[in-house]
């Protein structure tokens, strides 16, 4: 089932996530590309969620912390959520309840991000980071 939730009803089920998606592309680039008007895919305006002790949690926390890092400078874009099954207990590792989530990165710049929206962003623009983000 697919339905639209706001992006503050999201939560993150994680304590952490890397600084880049699988295809090598930063959090920080991905985020200025999309601010700087590219369109974004179906891929990366949909998002899985599950429902758990009454509230919504990600399974894709990357591109969570990216949307609502873009919500700051675009605040109406919409998302599709569709609903899952938490399958994996192991992966939920939020420890406060997904308020926050700590990006790793460098030993030398890793840090807790206390709400999603004190990262640093990067000004070039890539128009192919959209593609196969997952």
């Given at each position: 089932?697919?339905?639209?939730?706001?992006l503050?009803?999201?939560r993150?089920?994680q304590?952490?996530?890397?600084?880049?998606?699988?295809?090598?592309?930063?959090?920080d680039?991905?985020?200025?590309t999309?601010?700087?008007?590219?369109t974004?895919?179906?891929n990366?305006?949909?998002?899985?969620?599950?429902k758990?002790?009454?509230?919504?949690?990600?399974?894709?926390n990357?591109?969570?912390?990216?949307?609502?890092?873009?919500?700051?400078s675009?605040?109406?874009f919409?998302?599709?959520t569709?609903?899952?099954?938490l399958s994996?207990?192991?992966?939920?590792?939020t420890?406060?309840?997904?308020t926050?989530?700590?990006?790793r990165?460098s030993?030398?710049?890793?840090?807790?991000?206390?709400?999603?929206?004190?990262?640093?962003?990067?000004?070039?623009?890539?128009?192919?980071?959209?593609?196969?983000?997952?």
């Open positions: 089932m697919c339905t639209e939730l706001s503050n009803e999201i993150y089920s304590d952490s996530i890397s600084n880049t998606f699988y295809n090598g592309e930063t959090l680039k991905v985020i200025s999309i601010i700087g008007g590219e974004m895919t179906d990366m305006t949909k998002i899985a969620v599950f758990e002790y009454g509230k919504y949690y990600a399974c894709d990357r591109k969570l912390y990216v949307l609502k890092e873009v919500q700051r675009k605040p109406n919409k998302i599709t569709k609903f899952v099954k994996d207990k192991s992966k939920f590792t420890k406060n309840d997904g926050s989530i700590r990006i990165r030993p030398s710049r890793s840090g807790t991000v206390g709400r999603p929206n004190d990262a640093k962003r990067h000004s070039s623009h890539n128009n192919s980071v959209m593609d196969d983000l997952d």
